[in-house]
Antibody
C-alpha cells in the first residue's frame, strides 16, 4: 500500500487549499480513508473520514463546516478541501487508510502553513 | 471531542517493561474494543502497532501488547530497547461515530 499526499504549501489566513492523496496497492472501492493532522511539536488530530462508497463522511468538530473530504474512484485518490484557513490549521496533514477504526497505513504527510 | 488522556512521558531502562495508559470515557474507550496504538519516531509518519485493543499487525514485535480495563487502555512494551524511544499515541472510535487520538506519550529509554 502506498499513500502519497500533495497540495500543501503556504496560504494566508482565510484562504483555501486542496490536498490530494494518491493511493496504490489497495482495494480503493471498499477502503475507508481519513485525514489526520499534526501541528508542529504537537500530537495527532483526526480530521475526517469517508467510507469506501463515498456515501458516509464524518468530521471533527474543529473542522466541521470548513473542511470537505471527497474521493475519486477513477483516479483512486482522496482529497481534503481546506477553507477559511486559520493560523492554528498549520500542520502536517496525513492521509491514512481506516480499517475497523484503526489507522493502518499512513502517507508521509504534506505541510500546510497558514500565515500572513 | 476531547483528546484521550495519556501521560506526557514514561521512562525505562533497557530490558525493563513500561506501560502507557490511555484514559477516555464510556463514550469512546469504554464503549468499544476499537482502541489502537501508534509509534512515531521524530520526523517520521506514525506506525500502527496495536488494533482492537490487543491485536498486533503482522510484523510488529511481540514485545508490544495492549489491554483495556473500563475506560482506560494500556500499551505495554516489554524488554525495552533503544529503538523503542519514540512518541506513542492511542486512538479510539466514539459513540458520535468519530475517531479521537490521545495526546501522546514520549517514551525515554534511559
Amino acid at each position: 500500500v502506498q499513500l502519497v499526499e500533495s497540495g500543501g504549501g503556504l496560504v494566508k489566513p482565510g484562504g483555501s487549499l486542496r490536498l490530494s492523496c494518491a493511493t496504490s496497492g489497495l482495494r480503493f472501492d471498499i477502503q475507508w480513508m481519513t485525514w489526520v493532522r499534526q501541528a508542529p511539536g504537537k500530537g495527532l488530530e483526526w480530521l475526517a473520514f469517508i467510507s469506501g462508497a463515498g456515501d458516509h463522511t464524518m468530521y471533527a468538530d474543529s473542522v466541521t463546516g470548513r473542511f470537505i473530504i471527497s474521493r475519486d474512484s477513477a483516479h483512486q485518490s482522496v482529497s481534503l478541501q481546506l477553507n477559511s484557513l486559520r493560523v492554528e490549521d498549520t500542520a502536517t496533514y496525513y492521509c491514512t487508510t481506516l480499517h475497523y477504526h484503526a489507522f493502518n497505513f499512513w502517507g508521509q504527510g504534506t505541510l500546510v502553513t497558514v500565515s500572513s | 471531542q476531547s483528546a484521550l488522556t495519556q501521560p506526557a512521558s514514561v521512562s525505562g531502562s533497557p530490558g525493563q517493561s513500561i506501560t502507557i495508559s490511555c484514559t477516555g470515557t464510556s463514550s469512546d474507550v469504554g464503549a468499544f474494543n476499537y482502541v489502537s496504538w501508534y509509534q512515531q519516531h521524530p520526523g517520521k509518519a506514525p506506525k500502527f502497532i496495536i488494533f482492537d485493543v490487543t491485536n498486533r499487525p503482522s510484523g510488529v514485535s511481540s514485545r508490544f501488547s495492549g489491554s483495556k480495563s473500563g475506560n482506560t487502555a494500556f500499551l505495554t512494551i516489554s524488554g525495552l530497547q533503544a529503538e523503542d524511544e519514540a512518541d506513542y499515541y492511542c486512538s479510539s472510535y466514539t459513540r458520535r461515530d468519530t475517531e479521537v487520538f490521545g495526546g501522546g506519550t514520549r517514551v525515554n529509554v534511559l
